[in-house]
């Protein structure tokens, strides 16, 4: 159930700010400072070259909803940070603040839960709640670079929920995120990753935000996908990578594939061999595969593979003329991948904790 009672001004964009400001009797140009304050992620006490009169209003009348910091994990093998977000309804989801050369990605979450029923991800075994709403996620981005102390470069959209599930908040998100009145984060630094929902990626290519797509492939036939992915029940590989066509043709954006390997699964070289060919069959641009190694689950039974059997998967592809990276893994040590904080907290309140 979506939460939705006062004006939600976080996920307003400046125009909407300015109209709803001019409606409490305010200066037009507050509006730019509230703006401002709110994508630094201040609360309103700090907010201190606005009028107390109006930060009264703005109490009384309005939905600031970012959210609240439960646990902090930090590795201490790289410095990532691991986030479990409290909202105001008592959901909770979770972003992971990555540190690299070229600067400082937030991957953060979409949904509160995810219905998509992926075999492999601990995000879906307690289904979704809800959608997150635009300030929400734009929250998540917020919070992080003030309590880390760092600027936020990119974004990746790759945590708890399907972002093309979620598509109209999404899509505000995007376009606020990017605002350079706010945080100014372009579009070319976000990513976005989806398990495939194939209107979507189509209706997402004519929107004018070139994000990276990133699809969870997972398999490189419809039988095998199904075993893995529900959605595969839905849309074809063939459908699926004709939208990926579309969204290159369209944006320009050349489109990764995730193919997590699972041990047992999909992992050998005869499977990466077929997974080229089908690149090569029904793509017909360029293309990059990200190959992840299972961070594995107690709850699905699945085990990932070592090291040398990844390498020898990436080598098939590359030899086939496939571009392929193993992708590193951060934050080991914190269990940095998504979902499984979050289910660690649900289990904490089903028993009482």
Request: with cysteine.
């Amino acid at each position: 159930m979506e939460i939705e009672t006062r004006p939600d001004i976080m996920s307003m964009n400046q125009e909407e700010l300015t109209n709803f400001t001019l409606s409490l009797g305010e200066a037009k140009f507050r509006a730019g400072q509230l703006y401002k304050w709110m994508h630094a992620g201040a609360d309103f006490d700090e907010m201190t070259n606005l009028p107390k009169t109006f930060r009264n209003k703005l109490a009384a009348t309005a939905d600031y909803r970012l959210p609240k910091i439960e646990r902090k994990l930090v590795s201490k093998k790289d410095g990532t940070i691991k986030y479990l977000f409290g909202l105001t309804d008592g959901e909770c989801v979770e972003s992971v603040l990555m540190k690299y050369e070229y600067g400082s990605s937030l991957c953060v979450s979409s949904q509160a839960g995810c219905r998509m029923g992926c075999r492999f991800c601990a995000s879906t075994l307690s289904g979704r709640v809800r959608n997150l709403t635009p300030s929400e996620i734009l929250g998540q981005v917020a919070v992080a670079s003030r309590d880390s102390g760092e600027r936020i470069r990119s974004i990746v959209m790759m945590g708890i929920g399907e972002p093309l599930d979620n598509y109209e908040n999404v899509l505000r998100f995007l376009r606020l995120v990017g605002d350079e009145n706010g945080l100014g984060i372009g579009m070319r630094r976000i990513s976005l990753s989806t398990c495939g929902i194939v209107p979507n990626i189509r209706r997402l290519a004519d929107e004018g935000v070139p994000v990276t797509l990133s699809v969870s492939l997972h398999a490189y036939d419809d039988e095998k996908r199904k075993a893995l992915m529900p959605i595969a029940y839905k849309y074809s590989i063939e459908e699926l990578l004709g939208a990926c066509r579309y969204y290159f043709e369209k944006t320009g954006r050349r489109v990764s594939f995730e193919y997590t390997l699972i041990s047992g699964e999909n992992d050998s070289v005869e499977d990466a061999a077929s997974l080229a060919n089908i690149l090569r069959k029904y793509m017909k641009v360029p293309s990059h595969v990200n190959l992840i190694m299972l961070n594995e689950v107690d709850e699905t039974g699945l085990k990932t593979v070592d090291r040398a059997a990844a390498k020898r998967f990436e080598e098939e592809l590359k030899r086939r003329g496939q571009n392929a990276t193993i992708r590193r893994r951060l934050g080991s040590d914190i269990d940095a991948s998504c979902g499984q904080l979050r289910l660690s907290k649900l289990a904490e309140t089903e028993s009482g904790i």
